[in-house]
């Protein structure tokens, strides 16, 4: 039989005892009753997000939801009970009297320090326990008496409680800073990429390199690109260290990059799949399903890679700089292309014949170039960034493993 574990396996130096194993209603007070204030900011179900408190109304409390009734106190925790899978809590640490939230929340007055009830109930062996006790299933949920019968470990000594919730709430400070930089930067870009691509009616852009002037040319994609090819019709097996096979779902939906968390090599002769082999410069389509219109610009850093059945490749001809054309593919003027062109009676899709009608704007090729190198420049500040992000959130969890019972 395993031995019960009473101690976390790693802690503060000068702390060495047993934690105690209690009920969650034993360190905290359960939705603690007021009067609410007759006018408030009500913070609902779909205010926070993660640990963060990212919206929230006035209400008058003749006129509010029922739903209104528990008025924070500064330290207070509130939890989602709903879909607690989420880890949609907050610690209410503002000194306003005015913030009233859903009963979609269970309230918690900690007795002891705030950040480290915080830390533990975001912890995943606390949110096995809670979905243990949860009931439905479209929309799991906790009541609060469930919630707080709940077993938990914590410290004898307040003073480790304290060092453990100051240190987690250092890397949450991290993580937020790391956050908004990716999304100033994410901003940056979304903003660049529908200025410095002519709009619909001009043949200029908005901004532009000063040593540029002229009008850009309208051209088709058919005309740009030597073929579109459809990929391999080939199942995905183990990856055998070489050769990578990239299907619709290997491409990151967020910064549209080849996924390399779970490699699959294609299950068929290669020696007779040169022309299914990606080069330098070569652009990928999705031609069909929810994802239609997803696109992947090949790095040769990305290795020796194989393209799936169900997208499309473009060989962008050398006359035309292949940066340049895959950023015109994140353009609002894009999506709207897709959404326009995908529309099916089943499942959307788009085949080569309609992507090489997609329209695109194209200046000299130095000037594609220039402006290639910039989206480039700024892809990779955006690639760092969330590395970085996903480095301090990976560090967090193993931490919260380590460092809770």
Same mark, same amino acid.
Request: proline fraction near 4%; include cysteine; aromatic fraction near 12%.
């Given at each position: 039989?395993?031995?019960? +574990?009473? +101690?976390?396996?790693?802690?503060?130096?000068?702390?060495?005892?047993?934690?105690?194993?209690?009920?969650?209603?034993?360190?905290?007070?359960?939705?603690?009753? @007021?009067?609410?204030?007759?006018?408030?900011?009500?913070?609902?179900?779909? *205010?926070?997000?993660?640990?963060?408190?990212?919206?929230?109304?006035?209400?008058?409390?003749?006129?509010?939801?029922?739903? !209104?009734?528990? /008025? !924070?106190?500064?330290?207070d925790l509130f939890y989602q009970t709903v879909r607690p899978y989420q880890k949609n809590n907050y610690l209410f640490e503002k000194s306003f009297?005015?913030?009233?939230f859903s009963t979609g929340y269970a309230q918690m007055r900690p007795l002891g320090d705030g950040y480290f009830l915080l830390c533990l109930v975001?912890?995943?062996?606390?949110?096995?326990?809670?979905?243990?006790?949860?009931?439905?299933? *479209?929309?799991?949920?906790?009541?609060?008496?469930?919630?707080?019968?709940?077993?938990?470990?914590?410290?004898?000594?307040?003073?480790?409680?304290?060092?453990?919730?100051?240190?987690?709430?250092?890397?949450?400070? &991290?993580?937020?800073?790391?956050?908004?930089?990716?999304?100033?930067?994410?901003?940056?870009?979304?903003?660049? /990429?529908?200025?410095?691509?002519?709009?619909?009616? @001009?043949?200029?852009p908005e901004i532009r390199f000063k040593e540029f002037t002229g009008g850009w040319k309208e051209q088709k994609l058919g005309e740009i690109a030597?073929?579109?090819?459809?990929?391999?019709?080939?199942?995905?097996?183990?990856?055998?260290?070489?050769?990578?096979?990239?299907?619709?779902?290997?491409?990151?939906?967020?910064?549209?990059?080849?996924?390399?968390? %779970?490699?699959?090599?294609?299950?068929?002769?290669?020696?007779?799949?040169?022309?299914?082999? /990606?080069?330098?410069?070569?652009? &990928?389509?999705?031609?069909?399903?929810?994802?239609?219109?997803?696109?992947? #610009?090949?790095?040769? @850093?990305?290795?020796?890679?194989?393209? %799936?059945?169900?997208?499309?490749?473009?060989?962008?001809?050398? $006359?035309?700089?292949?940066? #340049?054309?895959?950023?015109?593919?994140?353009?609002?003027?894009?999506?709207?292309?897709?959404?326009?062109? *995908?529309?099916? @009676?089943?499942?959307?899709?788009?085949?080569?014949? $309609?992507?090489?009608?997609?329209?695109?704007?194209?200046?000299?090729?130095?000037?594609? !170039?220039?402006?290639?190198?910039?989206?480039?420049? &700024?892809?990779?500040?955006?690639?760092?960034?969330?590395?970085?992000?996903?480095?301090? +959130?990976?560090?967090?969890? !193993?931490?919260?493993?380590?460092?809770?019972?």
């Amino acid at each position: 039989m395993t031995e019960k +574990k009473t +101690k976390p396996d790693i802690r503060f130096k000068g702390f060495d005892g047993d934690w105690d194993e209690c009920e969650l209603e034993t360190i905290v007070e359960f939705n603690p009753k @007021s009067e609410l204030p007759e006018i408030f900011e009500y913070v609902d179900l779909e *205010s926070v997000v993660g640990t963060e408190m990212i919206t929230h109304r006035e209400e008058r409390k003749v006129s509010a939801p029922s739903r !209104a009734q528990r /008025l !924070a106190k500064k330290g207070d925790l509130f939890y989602q009970t709903v879909r607690p899978y989420q880890k949609n809590n907050y610690l209410f640490e503002k000194s306003f009297n005015n913030y009233v939230f859903s009963t979609g929340y269970a309230q918690m007055r900690p007795l002891g320090d705030g950040y480290f009830l915080l830390c533990l109930v975001q912890n995943d062996k606390f949110i096995k326990s809670v979905l243990n006790r949860c009931t439905g299933t *479209s929309y799991p949920s906790i009541n609060s008496t469930d919630l707080a019968r709940i077993q938990v470990n914590v410290p004898v000594e307040l003073d480790e409680q304290t060092q453990t919730g100051n240190y987690f709430q250092h890397i949450d400070t &991290l993580i937020t800073l790391h956050q908004r930089k990716y999304d100033k930067l994410t901003t940056l870009k979304t903003a660049m /990429l529908e200025k410095m691509f002519p709009k619909s009616g @001009s043949d200029v852009p908005e901004i532009r390199f000063k040593e540029f002037t002229g009008g850009w040319k309208e051209q088709k994609l058919g005309e740009i690109a030597d073929n579109l090819d459809y990929g391999l019709n080939a199942a995905a097996i183990k990856f055998d260290g070489i050769n990578k096979y990239i299907r619709i779902t290997d491409i990151d939906d967020e910064n549209n990059e080849f996924k390399t968390d %779970a490699l699959t090599s294609p299950d068929t002769n290669l020696s007779n799949a040169g022309d299914f082999r /990606l080069k330098e410069g070569d652009l &990928l389509f999705a031609r069909t399903g929810a994802s239609v219109g997803k696109t992947y #610009f090949y790095k040769i @850093s990305d290795g020796v890679v194989f393209f %799936a059945g169900f997208l499309i490749r473009a060989r962008i001809k050398p $006359e035309y700089d292949p940066v #340049f054309i895959f950023q015109n593919t994140l353009t609002n003027k894009y999506k709207s292309f897709i959404r326009f062109t *995908s529309q099916r @009676s089943g499942q959307p899709g788009v085949n080569a014949q $309609e992507y090489s009608s997609f329209e695109i704007f194209t200046p000299i090729l130095s000037e594609q !170039a220039k402006i290639g190198a910039f989206f480039k420049q &700024l892809d990779n500040l955006l690639s760092f960034q969330k590395k970085e992000l996903e480095k301090l +959130k990976t560090m967090k969890k !193993a931490l919260l493993e380590k460092m809770f019972v």
